[in-house]
Nanobody, 112 residues
């Protein structure tokens, strides 16, 4: 299993970012995929998940601002993040299922 995240960076509050996670080594199309994040000094938390059928779940803190999606033909899962806040600053990780395998993470920093 290999998961490679990209798209992180430094943005100002209110701006947007889109994270991508390219997957390989397993049957992507039937796998639930998820995004987690870990801020300094805090535990890793689930941000959003999407099933193989496209059903989604979100943490309350990101509902209405973040959207998870997938493109099975490209074996890629995305996290569109809008209206970013300083408290969204964290390392964001892509995962198979709810943590069966992890990517290396991508840093998102929201600061003015």
């Amino acid at each position: 299993v290999q998961l490679v995240e990209s798209g992180g960076g430094l943005v100002q509050p209110g701006e947007s970012l889109r994270l991508s996670c390219a997957a390989s080594g397993f049957t992507f199309s039937i796998s639930t995929m998820s995004w987690y994040r870990q801020a300094p000094g805090k535990e890793r938390e689930l941000v959003a998940a999407i099933s193989g059928f496209g059903g989604t779940n979100y943490a309350d803190s990101v509902k209405g601002r973040f959207t998870i999606s997938r493109e099975n033909a490209k074996k890629t899962v995305y996290l569109q993040m809008n209206s970013l806040r300083p408290e969204d600053t964290a390392v964001y990780y892509c995962a198979v299922g709810l943590g069966a395998s992890w990517g290396q993470g991508t840093q998102v920093t929201v600061s003015s």
